[in-house]
């Protein structure tokens, strides 16, 4: 049978949040006086949630004795300006709008912290995504399967009925850990030439390839 749902990371995939993502960053190193990072820079560091992205930043990782302050800090100031430049991929909003007309049940499930990934949903995607998560303390995060898992459980579905769709190396494992099919779309934080190196293998580079991509799993 057709596969009914379709489970969406948020970073790179639905939203481009890099310039807000970079800015906290920054925000963070002067704060503490570290060297600043390019936006670039700052593309390889996410992926893997913010205690991972910090550790990445920061002179010395979680050695250094500023890190749980860093951490604090960079939520604290991301989640009040995490929507000064972020908004939609061209064409999200419309593809999102279609898989919902078609009966799609659609699912965020992300590495970026729980309260933040609720907010740009809600903000975002309200009336269309009703399950997003992202980390907290009680599931381990990507690309361990348990958020994916979770997500299945409020949607009443199971692992024969979806697809994943990211944008990274952490995407392409997160599916194969939960045991679904990974659709990787190329427009995100890494290039296509990245997502093949990393088994990648369906890959899309518009809205319109990933619908036909859906439809046909």
């Known amino acids: 049978m057709k596969r009914n749902t379709v ?20 925000h963070m190193m002067d704060v503490c006086h570290f060297p600043r990072h390019s936006v670039d820079e700052v593309r390889q560091m996410v992926g893997n949630g913010v205690p991972v992205l910090i550790e990445r930043a920061i002179p010395g990782g979680r050695t250094n004795p500023h890190y749980e302050e860093c951490v ?15 908004g939609p ?30 907010a740009l949903c809600r903000d975002f995607f309200d009336d269309i995504i009703p399950v997003a998560m992202g980390e907290s303390p009680s599931v381990a995060r990507k690309p361990a399967p348990d958020t994916v898992f979770a997500a299945m459980e409020q949607l009443g579905v199971n692992a024969g009925d979806c697809i994943y769709v990211g944008d990274s190396d952490v995407d ?14 190329s427009w995100g934080f890494q290039d296509e030439e990245f997502l093949k190196a990393h088994f990648a293998k369906i890959i899309v580079s518009s809205t319109e390839e990933l619908l036909a991509a859906i439809h046909g799993l």
């Open 172 to 185: 392409i494992q997160t599916a194969e850990n939960s045991g679904i099919p990974c659709i990787s779309v």
């Open 89 to 118: 991929f061209p064409g999200i909003l419309k593809l999102l709008t279609q898989l919902q007309d078609e009966g799609y049940h659609l699912a965020v499930v992300s590495n970026k912290f729980d309260a933040a990934v609720k």
């Open 72 to 86: 604090r800090g960079f939520r604290e100031y991301y989640a009040a300006h995490m929507q000064i430049k972020t």
């Open 7 to 26: 489970i969406f990371d948020l970073d790179g995939t639905l939203l481009d949040t890099l310039d807000d993502l970079a800015d906290s960053v920054n």
